[in-house]
């Protein structure tokens, strides 16, 4: 294993072509900021649990898997941004780069404002303690949570957009930075909460929502006026008649996004209404703990995107192919890893969490599965996604993502599957991608990409 390592994974040079160099200082820098941030979320699932309770946590986290969902607002227009941005910074045409950050952050505001103003109105006709299965005494502190955490996310989601200019550029090292700033506070709001009051669910949430916002607010200021003076927001550059060219790509990107919300973001919400909100502790206890295989495989693949854009847009298909086998030993080693990590389950967990939950061995197993598969498709996802061939993902996608939710309930209740069938489906679903996908990028790359492939 140690000459394994060594032949394929320490010979990390700074040489050879631009984005190589570049993609190895960022991949280096991410590992550093994602060591940290992987002892940050550790500490932040125990104190949360310690702060929280079991039933509380399980509601905080369903509440934030719900405001993941407005990721998705954006109409595939953040991932079009990257795309467009990437070409344009590629051939070194600043004035397009201008226009569509311009263009895509007015786009992103009217549509944030409009949700906000319209969530302000309805949210009160909600019974948010059926949805969330929550007992009567947190009606109050829920509901004015609910309101605070939904307007500082979509506030931040805007101010996010920021990242995106950032992979664009290739300098995906700067998220990092941003996401261990994150953390860090994170880590100290909910230590001084336990230590100096008593537990409260809007206190954590509130302060847990506001807390990008305040770095964001600070990253943008810094970075549009020095580092991306040139390409910064004005209201002058704003052309809505490039809308069609974020729009054109955007658009698939978006029912991507739509369906893989369906696959990956409504499992807490599916466990709450099947089995109560302490169940979702206990499933994001296994998801949590394999879930930091794919954000290691992640540190890798995020500065690729853009690489694979500026290479495709130069023809230099070696490049790629070099790139694509790499990565293919990374994913080797981290499946391995995966494989241990599940023998060793039992004992991380009473570690972590001095054995106040207990996690079913299905469920870890097939939580493992799932980060392997994932990592699998990821491979040859963020290549097409990097290319813009993702007509094929997009037909798919609408496919797993309408199978999804029966299917979890179909495991879960009905085959008592428990828990461990919402992840059993999640997997089912990306077994079919995950042949058709390789096939794709084989065509692509090797210039055979007819018809479906090709688009």
């Known amino acids: 294993m140690s000459q394994f390592i060594n032949k394929n994974f320490l010979r990390f040079q700074f040489t050879g072509p631009l984005r190589s160099v570049n993609a190895k200082k960022n991949i280096i820098s991410l590992f550093i900021f994602n060591g940290f941030n992987f002892l940050f979320n550790l500490l932040i699932v125990r ?13 905080w986290l369903t509440l934030s898997s719900i405001l993941t969902w407005f990721n998705y607002l954006d109409f595939g227009l953040g991932n079009g941004l990257r795309n467009k941005l990437a070409e344009a910074l590629a051939h070194n045409d600043l004035h397009s780069a201008k226009i569509y950050v311009s263009t895509t952050y007015a786009i992103f505001s009217s549509i944030i404002l409009s949700v906000i103003v319209i969530f302000a109105i309805i949210y009160k006709f909600i019974d948010w303690l059926e949805i969330f299965k929550a007992p009567s005494y947190l009606e109050n502190s829920l509901n004015t949570l609910i309101l605070l955490s939904v307007i500082f996310f979509l506030i931040q989601f805007v101010l996010r957009l920021l990242t995106v200019i950032i992979n664009a550029d290739q300098k995906t090292a700067l998220n990092g930075f941003f996401s261990f700033s994150i953390n860090l506070l994170t880590v100290i709001l909910i230590y001084t909460l336990l230590k100096i009051a008593s537990p409260s669910i809007l206190l954590l949430g509130t302060g847990s ?5 305040i770095v964001f607010v600070l990253a943008s200021f810094i970075f549009f006026n020095k580092k991306y003076k040139s390409i910064s927001p004005s209201f002058k550059s704003i052309r809505f008649s490039n809308l ?5 790509l955007g658009t698939q990107f978006f029912i991507i996004q739509v369906a893989g919300l369906i696959l ?14 302490a169940d979702v502790t206990v499933y994001n206890i296994a998801y949590k703990y394999f879930n930091y295989i794919p954000i290691v495989f992640f540190v890798i ?3 690729m995107w853009s690489a694979y854009t500026e290479a495709y ?15 293919l030993k990374v994913w080797l080693l981290l499946s391995i890893i995966v494989i241990i990590m599940i023998f060793g389950a039992n004992w991380i967990y009473d570690l972590w969490l001095d054995s106040k ?9 097939l939580m493992g599965l799932f980060a392997i598969v994932y990592n699998w498709n990821n491979v040859f996802a963020y290549f097409l996604n990097g290319v813009g061939k993702i007509r094929l993902s997009l037909y798919y996608s609408i496919f797993a993502g309408v199978l999804n939710i029966p299917l979890s309930i179909l495991l879960a209740k009905n085959l008592n599957m428990g828990i461990s069938g919402v992840i059993a489906a999640t997997l089912l679903c990306l077994i079919v991608s995950s042949i058709l996908i390789p096939i794709q990028y084989n065509k692509v790359i090797n210039k055979k990409d007819f018809g479906i492939w090709g688009k």
Do not use: C, R, S
């Open 357 to 365: 939950i207990k996690v079913p061995l299905l469920l870890t197993v």
């Open 244 to 248: 069609k060219d974020l729009l054109g």
């Open 47 to 59: 104190l949360t649990l310690d702060y929280l309770g079991k039933t509380e946590y399980g509601i």
């Open 264 to 277: 990956f973001a409504t499992d807490n919400m599916i466990i709450t209404q099947l089995f109560g909100p």
């Open 209 to 213: 929502t506001f807390i990008p916002v």
């Open 301 to 303: 693949l995020t500065p």
């Open 313 to 327: 847009v130069k023809d230099d298909i070696d490049w790629i192919k070099n790139a694509i086998n790499k990565i």
